[in-house]
């Protein structure tokens, strides 16, 4: 099931005797509904921009990925949470042993939730790249319901439609743009469907192309001849190896740095922005990831005046 925007809504149903934390909770997510019995206390989570989201909303977690930890999200590699396999292959088998009471899958880790869900209540809180944004709202929001965290929810929205609009002014007569994404010594273009969908979708870069496949995480496959004849006014540039920690993060400046990309509009005038790595690869989706992308976007368009 693909949930719309305005559907992300999770339904609680409870009795008039019943305490609210104590009332059973249906959550409704991309692959069907979970019922729980009373609202979760214990919390696995196996996608990182879910674990930065509700790190923001003040949920406790209990387990993460043992994999790809972001640098801002450390602590969660600490001993206090259990190590639940990787971001693309849970560890079945510890979270069975764990038990908790809710399980969180997305993006990498979508595919395990039927087999999960067989073993825990497991739900899918992926997002749909063609409506950014406005999913990463819905979800905050169903997590506010959920947890009974409502009003943090409601300021993190809040926080997120005043930085849209701020980058949105900001951008606005600044040019076209194309995203590239690196790994190793090949380029990709990322289109409207993409993990940075937002920057043509919600902000409103125009783009140089409409034809872009979006079905890989490594971009639709580009050449330096394409991105000269595309000739954008900015490219903003997700370095792939650095976000999964393969490389420093110099592969891509080297890459991007010959004869070709040099006689671009966007190389000329200075307009080729390296979003972070984590946050841009990793995390993408996540509240505090998608917030620190909108700024700095936003500080390297307001230094072009």
């Known amino acids: 099931m693909k949930r719309s925007a305005l559907g992300v809504i999770a339904a609680f ?28 206390q214990s919390v696995v989570v196996l996608d990182w921009a879910n674990v930065d989201t509700l790190d923001a909303l003040g949920v ?21 949470y259990a190590k639940l396999g990787s971001l693309q292959e849970p560890d079945v088998e510890g979270i069975a042993a764990l038990n908790p009471d809710l399980v969180i899958v997305a993006a990498r880790s979508r595919r395990s939730q ?29 997590y506010g319901e959920i947890f009974g965290r409502g009003d943090r929810a409601r300021e993190m929205v809040a926080d997120l439609d005043a930085k849209v609009e701020r980058l949105r002014a900001a951008a606005q007569g600044k040019g076209t743009a194309m995203t590239l994404v690196t790994s190793g010594n090949k380029l990709g273009v990322y289109g409207a469907e993409s993990r940075t969908s937002w920057l043509q979708r919600e902000v409103g870069f125009p783009t140089v ?20 004849e595309a000739n954008p006014d900015w490219l903003f540039v997700v370095d792939r190896d650095a976000g999964v920690g393969q490389e420093s993060g110099e592969a891509a400046r080297a890459l991007l740095d010959n ?4 006689q671009t509009s966007a190389w000329t005038k200075d307009q080729v922005v390296y979003l972070d790595p984590q946050r841009a690869y990793v995390v993408m989706n996540g509240y505090q990831a998608l917030s ?14």
């Open 209 to 228: 192309t409409n034809a872009v496949d979006d079905r890989s995480d490594r971009g639709d496959a580009a050449s330096f001849e394409f991105i000269l």
């Open 259 to 262: 004869e070709l990309v040099r």
């Open 114 to 142: 039927p087999q999960l869900n067989g073993i825990v209540p497991t739900v899918d809180m992926s997002i749909d790249n063609a409506d950014f944004i406005a999913s990463v709202k819905a979800n905050i929001l169903e």
């Open 292 to 305: 620190d992308l909108l700024d700095q976007v936003h500080d390297a368009v307001s230094d072009k005046g």
């Open 60 to 80: 406790p977690i209990a387990g993460v990925p043992g994999s790809n930890v972001p640098d801002y999200l450390s602590k969660f590699a600490g001993d206090d």
């Open 13 to 40: 149903s409870m009795t008039a005797a019943a305490p609210l934390w104590a009332a059973p909770v249906t959550i409704a997510h991309q692959q069907g509904e979970v019922t729980l019995p009373k609202a979760p």
